[in-house]
C-alpha cells in the first residue's frame, strides 16, 4: 500500500476512536454527594441576567445547590431582584448591612445609622468559613429572597449538605457563581451601581431540530458511501467476469499504474482497533491542551482534504465533460497514482481546509466542519472494508465494549469519563475536537451543539455497506436483501441514542451501546432465517460461477 494511504487510514482510525452522542449536560446527577430530606435536588445549572443601572449586561451561569427552593424554569416568570453584598462577606453570621445619612445642621454633623432592609433581594456572598447550608440559613433569616455564593475559583462547584445534617430546611435558592463572574458584581456592588439579577433553569426542549438533523446527516452520509462502495463492487466484479471470459492473461492492462486501493480488515486489524484506539484516547486525555488540539486539526485537514478531493472527482466524473481527465492518471512521488481531475480539485479543498482552520472559531465554522468530516467518512468507507460477517461481528462487538468502557467504566479510574471529557476538549481552550458532525442545538435555551463523533457513523457504515455489496452481487432486490434491514436497524438505532440522550439530560451516551445491537442484531438474525449465515459468515459473498471454465462430462 502507498505510503500516503497509510498515513490517511491512521488519521481514521483516529477519527473513527471518538463515539459519543451528546448534547451537552445542564442536569447533573451525583451518586456520591449525601442525599436526605431537604437536600435532594439535583445540580442544575442556572441562568443569572443582570441589569447594570437598568441597562441590560452580561448573564452568567451558575449551578443550583443541593439544597433549598428549586428555580423557576421559564424567563418570564422569574422575578427581577436587586443585589445586595453581604456584610460580612462571608454570610456566616447576622448580616450588619447598614446605611448612613448625614445631616448638616450649621457646623454639626450628625450621623444616623438605619439597618438596611434585606427583604426580597438577592445576597451576593463568598464562599468560605462555615457550611453552605449556614449560608442560606443566615440569608434567609434576614429575609433574602435568595443566595448567590462566588467560589474561590473560575470554575463551578456543587454545593452540598454536610454530613451532619440531617433535616435541612431551606426555603430560598442558593446558587454557585463562578469566582470571575462575581467579582465583576461585587465590582458594580462597590462603586455603588444599582444591580438586578433573574434566577431561572430553562429545561431542554424534548427534541431539538438539530437532532433530527443530525440523524439525517449519519444516515445520509452512510447510504451515499454505501451505494458507492457496492457500485465500485459490482463494476469491479463485472471487469473481473469479463476478463475471465475473454481469456486475458492479465487482469489489469494500465503497467500498474491504477490499482484499486481498497483495504479488508480482518480479524486481528478489527482487535488491534480498539487497543489502538484506546492507547490514542487516554493520550489524548493526558495530554489535552491547546497545542494538542492544534495538532489534531492538522491531522483533520489532511484526511479532510483527501476526503474532499476524493468525493468532488468521482461526483464530477460523472459528467462526460470530466470523463477524460477523471480516466488519466499520472503519477506523482509520494501520493501514487493521481488523475488529473484530482490534481484539479486540489486547490479548491486545501484552500477550503485551510479557511476552515483559520476561522473554525466563527459561529457558522461548523458548517465547513461537517463538510469536511463527511466527506472524511465516506472516503474512509469507500477504501475499508468489512470482508464478511464474521469480521464486522468480531469489530463492532470490540467497538461496543470499547464505547461502553470509555463513557461510562472509565469514570471509576479516572474520576470522569475520559471519552467526554476529550470530546469537549477540556483544558484545551478549544470547542471540542475536531473528529466529529456538530450541529448547534437552535430551540435550545443553552445553546451548545448536538455532536456525533465519526466512529459512530464509520464502524456501523463498514457493516451496512457490506450488506449493500452483497445484495448487489447475489443480484437480491431491496426486500429480499439485507441492505434495506441494516440501513433501518442503523437509523432506529441512532434514534434510540438520542431519546436516551434526553432522557439523561443531555448526558453524553455512547451511541454503540444502542447501534450495535440493532445493526448487527438485524443482520444475524435475518441471515439465520434466510439460510445465507454460512456465506456471509465465512465468503461474504456469494458463490459465482465460473462462465469461462467449460467441464467435460464423464463417461459411466
Not at 160 to 180: F, K, R, W, Y
Not at 354 to 366: G, L, P, Q, Y
Not at 374 to 387: D, S
Amino acid at each position: 500500500m502507498d505510503t500516503y494511504k497509510k498515513i490517511y487510514l491512521l488519521i481514521a482510525l483516529l477519527a473513527s476512536s471518538f463515539c459519543l452522542g451528546s448534547a451537552g449536560d445542564i442536569v447533573h446527577h451525583d451518586d456520591v454527594a449525601p442525599q436526605r430530606p431537604g437536600c435532594e435536588n439535583n445540580f442544575v445549572l442556572v441562568k443569572v441576567p443582570t441589569w447594570i443601572n437598568g441597562v441590560e449586561d452580561i448573564e452568567y451561569v451558575g449551578v443550583g445547590a443541593r439544597f433549598g427552593l428549586t428555580l423557576e424554569s421559564k424567563e418570564k416568570h422569574a422575578n427581577f431582584f436587586i443585589l445586595a453584598l453581604a456584610d460580612p462577606p462571608d454570610c456566616c453570621s447576622k448580616p450588619k448591612n447598614k446605611v448612613c445619612f448625614f445631616f448638616i445642621i450649621i457646623f454639626l454633623s450628625i450621623c444616623t445609622v438605619l439597618l438596611a432592609q434585606l427583604s426580597g433581594k438577592v445576597i451576593l456572598a463568598h464562599r468560605g468559613n462555615c457550611s453552605f447550608t449556614t449560608k442560606a440559613n443566615v440569608a434567609e433569616d434576614a429575609g433574602a429572597s435568595a443566595i448567590l455564593i462566588i467560589n474561590n475559583r473560575t470554575e463551578l462547584f456543587k454545593m452540598v449538605c454536610e454530613v451532619n445534617e440531617t433535616d435541612v430546611q431551606i426555603g430560598i435558592a442558593s446558587v454557585m457563581l463562578p469566582q470571575d463572574a462575581g467579582a465583576s458584581l461585587e465590582k458594580y456592588l462597590t462603586s455603588s451601581s444599582s444591580v438586578k439579577v433573574q434566577l431561572y433553569s430553562p429545561r431542554r426542549p424534548v427534541v431539538d431540530v438539530a437532532e433530527v438533523f443530525l440523524w439525517l446527516m449519519a444516515v445520509g452520509t452512510i447510504l451515499c458511501a454505501s451505494y458507492w462502495s457496492a457500485w465500485n463492487a459490482r463494476e469491479a466484479a463485472i471487469e473481473q467476469d469479463k476478463l475471465l471470459k475473454d481469456g486475458l492473461d492479465e487482469l489489469i492492462h494500465m503497467d500498474g499504474v491504477r490499482s484499486s486501493g481498497i483495504v479488508n480488515i480482518n480479524t486481528t486489524s478489527a482487535i488491534l482497533f480498539v487497543v489502538i484506539a484506546s492507547c490514542f484516547l487516554v493520550m489524548l486525555y493526558k495530554l489535552m491542551s491547546y497545542w494538542f488540539i492544534e495538532v489534531l486539526v492538522v491531522l483533520f485537514c489532511i484526511g479532510g482534504v483527501e476526503g474532499l478531493q476524493t468525493c468532488l472527482a468521482a461526483l464530477l466524473s460523472c459528467f462526460r465533460w470530466f470523463q477524460p481527465a477523471g480516466e488519466s492518471f499520472v503519477k506523482v512521488p509520494f501520493f501514487g497514482a493521481v488523475s488529473y481531475l484530482t490534481l484539479a480539485v486540489s486547490p479548491f479543498c486545501i484552500a477550503f481546509a485551510v479557511v476552515w482552520a483559520v476561522f473554525r472559531s466563527i459561529s457558522f465554522a461548523w458548517i465547513g466542519q461537517d463538510i469536511l468530516g463527511i466527506a472524511l467518512i465516506i472516503t474512509v468507507l469507500q477504501i475499508v472494508r468489512v470482508p464478511n460477517l464474521k469480521v464486522g461481528t468480531i469489530l463492532l462487538s470490540c467497538a461496543f465494549l470499547y464505547d461502553i468502557f470509555w463513557v461510562f467504566v472509565s469514570k471509576w479510574l479516572f474520576k470522569e469519563s475520559v471519552m467526554i471529557v476529550v470530546a469537549r476538549g477540556d483544558k484545551s481552550g478549544e470547542d471540542g475536537i475536531p473528529m466529529l458532525l456538530k450541529i448547534p442545538r437552535m430551540f435550545d435555551p443553552w445553546g451548545g451543539y448536538s455532536i456525533i463523533g465519526f466512529g459512530d457513523i464509520i464502524l456501523p457504515g463498514l457493516l451496512v455497506a457490506f450488506s449493500l455489496r452483497y445484495d448487489w452481487l447475489a443480484k437480491k432486490n431491496l426486500r429480499a436483501g439485507y441492505f434495506l434491514w441494516a440501513m433501518t436497524a442503523y437509523g432506529l438505532g441512532l434514534l434510540v441514542t438520542y431519546v436516551a440522550l434526553n432522557m439523561m439530560d443531555g448526558h453524553g451516551q455512547p451511541a454503540l451501546l444502542y447501534i450495535v445491537p440493532f445493526t448487527l442484531g438485524t443482520f444475524l438474525t435475518l441471515g439465520k432465517q434466510r439460510g445465507d449465515l454460512k456465506a456471509l459468515w465465512t465468503m461474504g459473498e456469494p458463490e459465482r460461477p465460473c462462465r469461462h471454465i467449460q467441464f467435460q462430462p464423464t463417461g459411466s
